[in-house]
């Protein structure tokens, strides 16, 4: 299992660059950047790419309707060779919230086109001309399909680093993780918490590697973790509050009643009056008690808050259902706390 740390979007992002190269000593194996409706997570990227030389450099994540196919062939080709071969496309659907409210782009068929994006991402990657003739994106885009005939099947000038650069799809809906498990190296699940992965996922999953090709080998799973290793008390109560917090922002807030991926999957865990009454909190403008609601083993079965021991015992879970990067998210007060806590999680996994 590797460890692997994310960037606050609305954090310094200045000052938590400068810092890397501390986390790169202990050990810290990937720096995955966000995207919602901030600053972009590419240009950052690159930043991060000139001041380190071994983090994998990861994006967490792009929403597919955002950019064309092509644009992120092309954009996972640029970052890969800045970096040296260290970037991994991390890739989803976001929601219809951000993708028509943000960018005013239609949220339809998001398990088609993530089919048909890494489909086009690795023929360009391998340098062949662009002739796809998929459902929702056709290459060249022909006067029968709309356009002025001029198109032409081109081919990507330079020479990508690596001819398919590791994508990795952020998906909890039943059709989306089935596609992962067929057609990307890396699936990540929000909250993901290990009890209930087989229930939740397994039979996606199951069916997915079923279509799997060997050549892209066993599947890795990414999951984003709160993590906390302390023996105070008051800490870990602190520590589990955020959690709550950060779930309920989603189970409650991200989305309508009756459209809310990330509530549905609380139902999915077995925690349906839970995510009711969190979302009918939220809604009505009740955060507080909203995060309140969130049952204490969803929170901590999502999360590493504990002793040593504890964590241990916990990552030993993570492990048996398959995780193979763990992103931290650290609520530690200080840089050095924070560094000191991605050593001792490198100290237990190994």
Known sequence: ???????NYSGDFAETINNLVDFEKVGLDRITVPEAYSFDAVSQ????AAKTTTLELATGILPMFSRTPTNLAMTAAGLDYISGGRFVMGIGASGPQVIEGFHGVKYDAPVGRARETAEICRMIWRRERTEYNGKYYKLPFSKEDGGTGLGKPLKIINHPVRDRIPMLLAAIGPKNVELAAELFEEWQPIFLHPEHLT??????????NAKRDPALG??????????????????QKRALELVKHHS?????GMGARGKNFYNDLAVRYGYADAAKTVQDLYLDGKKAEAAAAIPDDLASGMSLIGSAGYVKERLAAFDEVGLSMLLISSPAPTHEARVDQIRQLKELVS
């Open 1 to 7: 299992m590797k460890i692997g740390m994310g960037i």
């Open 45 to 48: 990227l690159g930043f991060i």
């Open 199 to 208: 229930s939740v996922f397994g039979e996606s999953l199951a069916k997915g």
């Open 218 to 235: 066993q599947l890795g799973i990414s999951a984003t973790v709160t993590a906390l290793i302390t023996d105070d008390k008051e800490e």
């Open 248 to 252: 309920a922002l989603y189970i409650g």
